[in-house]
């Protein structure tokens, strides 16, 4: 499935019942030199547009939504072990989370990339 975005600057991509989750490249923009981040813990059941971590920058913090209804499986310890990730790769290797989906159908009322594009120019 392709990429799909929430209101609150994340990111989803499902691989069959999991999905990868992340901060925006406008986010990551936006915040602007990212320092530290921190986590939802693995197991914690978060839904869709919930808080479920931090990340903080040079400039500001900022809370992490989560897109998708779903259960942490994963957390990417490689981020927290260098958060500039979030800016070098945030659709990629700079990913925050694996989350169980538990309402996949979610999916299809977030944005797919030219309607984040159209809200965030």
Known sequence: MSTRYHAEHTWVRQDGDTALVGITSHAQDTLGDIVF?????????AAQGSVAGVVESVKAAADVHMPVTGEVIEVNEGLRADPS????????????????????????GLMDGAAYQ???G
């Open 37 to 45: 981040v921190d986590f939802a813990a693995v197991g914690t059941q």
């Open 85 to 108: 990730l979030a800016n070098s790769d945030p659709e990629g290797g700079g990913w925050f989370y694996r989350v169980k989906l538990s309402q996949p159908s979610e999916l299809e």
């Open 118 to 120: 159209a809200i965030t």
